[in-house]
């Protein structure tokens, strides 16, 4: 923004004092608005004074040397005219529909010309004719050019309006002068305060009352400048000088700025008030206000970092205050207001630190002026200075290969009047960087100099000779700080803004201040970021290695929902696998059937694992995804585990292999983390809040939406507290009323519920929501005591031929250790519920066609009805034969078997029991361990026997297999097509080669809904 409000550094005499620097005048020259026409003031010089020694003056650094810039009439000024100022070259402008000087021309020549065009009889055009004429002009040619949005807000609308800009000019037509009775109304006085040497030690320059002022009188106002803090950060550019880093850090236009401790912003004075010091307490006698029509003087709320990055764009003051007297202040009396208490604890700080300074033999450049008569020869004959010589006005960088005499003689016949008159006498516009190269020897005030480029066209900075000139007088030759060594860029120089009152500082103003929305969404609600986000899976997988285990079931932290799922390291990151990556089966069961299943608390929709097409249409198919899809809890308030699309790869061939169709080829199937998960967190997923809703006995289950309720009462509780701070008591009682009178929905009072006390406020506040404080972080101690690990068993290729998937163990497991516990989900029905067929005679058939693929990892016995399907890893053990007798496996033998858990409470209930009784239950009630019968190696994999019936089975299906028939119908060549899913799986590998496509009966094609030209550009459908 300062870009809008800044001068070129030449201008103002400040060029030196830096490689790449611009000056900030504040007053007329900052306030006026830029015209491109109609500027009637140009800035003049400046004057350089440190008034303070650096060597002695803790004040020193503190405060500018330039002061005292005078701003010259470029004509004469009406009363009641508006002040412009150019736009400097290179300047933001701060109103981006500024008309060009060249547009205001073209409709100046264009208006004289319609006026010029009188009948006969001396009359003025008709108004119809004119206003036809315009409206052609308009969209025939001004709406064709790529100024036509400048030009057309000048043209005239009719002609009157064209008689007026003839006579005024377009840029003035549009505008009226202000009558001395508007000004008085509408305006605000700039020029209350005259500067002056301040009466306050060490303090520089200060403002005085140029006329008596009443209390309650505005002093001046103060449009203010928004910047953000880290502007005020000094940077030094490439190619410095050297030490230049060991200056201050910190802008000195800091020290001139209003700000609150509590903010990012700094407001930065655009008029006089610059000049008003600091006196206290007790001795000040003006304050500030917000201006009338400030945003928020009011009262209103808005966010100011909001609004502020809003308006930016505009690059134009929209805050403003004003200084107002609050006693009455004498003519020629100094205005000063309390900087506030945090300023003068700075202040006394920095007088009571300060050592004294080393000023090398440092002198201003004024003070050098006045002492040395006689200059050394060379550029580095002086070590804190360079000199500038004083060319003729209008002067510029063309270089000029000669050696010429100076003489004072200038001629101004070709030059404007006006411009003699605005410049001639500017104190640096016409001064360039010069080196002394000889003393004349006939007169010591004479010297040959060579001028050098004010405007370096060069990335490093290095100016070239623009010419040499002799006889060149003393007194025109004046010394100018090296850059970065002036009194301004002290290392010791005192910073700190000016401290906006917190009475008048709106309190959501503050970085600290959170509205209760605030709470929730930006701290409560926002992932923390862990010091390990950047771990990779192997990495993960290494840890895992290398602890007990990393995962656990155990008892969940929600009440009445049995066991749980918690991590026993933590998971860094979004993203990170949670358990096995373990097979999908989906279901198959008659829409006509009554019977209700166990499994559809557990099943999945088709569509969550991209397996729409699985089923017909007869028949219901759903998903069951055993591991963390069967295992882990649902909390609304606390997901933090989504499941995965598994990958769909057949890796058998049915024309091939005798174990094709005996496994699922949706395999390595998980769930990942959504956030960073702690060490001893529990997991939650989401079975969507339609699984709550459907169910009556969960009707008090709190939602999402109600947390979210709650967190947004507790937030508002607390920010109430922070801001009353009346006690306990009261804020309870509020909170008791809000509770007992407006909270109607019963899942957002199963939230409330709990809470009551201040204290239970602060627990929600520290454990990040009212969700979180349901969910408790369990200890490695408690999980090992109260749960059973589940993450000894990863998932790879099994080393049993034609089984598919195995399980294998990572870490070393003893004789007799528990491998997994494998909790068992009865079904309903007996076996025939896995039948897939209907028109088969015999309800008993064993035809392995008739039995869904899920059948092959259910767990049984040889004599019972009874099925019961594995809910974690106990879903990939594979068969090894005690007997040795297993078709293409005989040497691989079991290393582990199965045992009703003893320790499962439910499970030595139910072995007592009728079946009857545990059918009757709707979640899974019993648990089988697998138990290690010698000791297993790490990455070994782990075989139970699956007994006889099974082996026999198996080596029959091996004896009798033969391939099936080719159903793919046939090509054009008459060839039957063979084509099974394993084929199907590579054409998908090659799905924009048709030369990879083979066309059957047994298989379709199927588009995502979301594609379209932003994935594929321009290919179509049928390209496809």
Partial sequence: MIGAYAYGAVATGGDAEAMRVDMYAPGVGTMANFHSTLFNFVPGGVTISPLLDRSS???????????????????????????????????????????????????????????????????????????????????????????????????????????????????????????????????????????????????????????????????????????????????????????????????????????????????????????????????????????????????????????????????????????????????????????????????????????????????????????????????????????????????????????????????????????????????????????????????????????????????????????????????????????????????????????IPDRLFPVHWRDDYRTAQKIVTDTWQEPAVHSRANITDAEHETELRGVKCGLYIAPSTIEGAGNGVYTAVDLPREGMPIGPKLPLNAVHRQQTSTLRQTWVNYEWSTATFGMDFEGLYDMWTSVMSAGLGMMTNFHPGLVNAIATTPMHQAVLDKYKDVGAGAFSDYHSNCFETTEAVLAGDEIFISYGEGWLKTRDYLSHVPLWNNYDTADALVASLLVLRNDTRGGDAPLEALYATIRNNFIEHRRTATVLAKISKVSNLEAVAAAGGTAATTSARRSTEWLEEHGYCIDHIYVKNSTIPQAGKGGFVRRLIRRGGLILPVQLLHVRGGRDVFRRRTDLPDPNATVLDDKQVYYNYMYSHPDSSVLFMPANAGIVLNHGSARGTTAGAEDRRPNAALRWSTTDRKTQYFLGKAPEDLLSEEYASVVVDVVATRDLAVDEEVLIDYGEEWEAAWNEHVRTWVPPPPTGGRGADGIPRFVSSQAVYAMNQQKFDPWHWVWSDDHFTVCEEDVGESKYDTMHLEDL
């Fill in 57 to 499: 003056d803790h004040g020193a650094g503190g405060f500018t040397t330039y002061h005292d810039l005078a701003c010259r009439a470029k004509r004469k000024i009406r009363a009641g005219e508006e002040l412009f100022g150019a736009v400097p070259l290179g300047a933001v402008p701060r109103h981006i529909d500024a008309s060009s000087k060249g547009a205001y021309q073209k409709v100046d020549a264009l208006a004289t010309a319609l006026v010029g065009m009188q009948n006969d009889d001396g009359s003025g055009m008709n108004e119809n004719t004119f206003v036809n004429v315009m409206a052609s002009f308009r969209s025939n040619i001004v709406s064709k050019r790529n100024d036509a949005a400048s030009l057309e807000k000048l043209l005239p609308h009719d002609f009157a309006e064209a008689v007026r800009i003839s006579e005024v000019g377009s840029a003035r037509a549009a505008l009226d002068d202000r009558r001395l009775e508007w000004l008085q109304k509408n305006g605000k006085c700039l020029d209350n305060i005259r500067e002056g040497i301040s009466t306050i030690p060490q303090a520089g320059r200060g403002a005085f009352a140029a006329r008596s002022l009443a209390a309650g009188a505005v002093i001046t106002p103060v449009p203010l400048m928004h910047l953000l803090r880290e502007f005020f950060d000094v940077t030094f550019p490439a190619g410095a000088p050297p030490g230049t880093a060991a200056g201050n850090k910190k802008q000195l236009l800091l020290n001139y700025c209003f700000g609150h401790s509590q903010s990012g912003w700094l407001f930065c004075p655009t008029t006089s008030a610059v000049l008003i010091n600091h006196g206290g307490e007790g001795g000040s006698n003006a304050e500030l206000r917000w201006g009338d029509g400030t945003p928020g003087s009011s009262g209103e709320e808005f966010d100011l970092t909001e609004f502020l990055e809003r308006i930016e764009h505009y690059n134009s003051t929209q805050l403003s205050f004003d200084v107002v007297a609050t006693q009455e202040i004498a003519e020629g009396e100094e205005i000063l207001l309390d900087y506030g208490g945090e300023w003068e604890a700075a202040w006394k700080k920095h007088a009571n630190d300060w050592n004294g300074g080393d000023n090398d033999g440092y002198e201003s450049g004024p003070a050098m002026d006045s002492r040395v008569d006689k200059l050394s020869i060379g550029a580095d004959a002086y070590p804190h200075h360079s000199l500038f010589c004083l060319r003729k006005p209008f002067s510029d960088d063309s270089i000029h290969d000669v050696v010429e005499k100076y003489s004072s003689i200038i001629d101004y016949s070709e030059k404007s009047q006006l411009l003699l008159k605005l410049y001639k006498d500017n104190k640096f516009r016409w001064w360039w960087p010069c080196v002394v190269k000889e003393v004349h020897n006939d007169n010591d005030t004479l010297y040959t100099v060579e001028i050098l480029e004010k405007f370096p066209k060069n990335l490093n900075n290095t100016r070239k000779l623009v010419t040499t000139m002799t006889h060149f007088p003393r007194h025109l030759i004046r010394f100018v700080d090296r850059p970065y060594t002036s009194d301004i860029h002290l290392a010791t120089g005192f910073r700190h803004p000016i401290a």
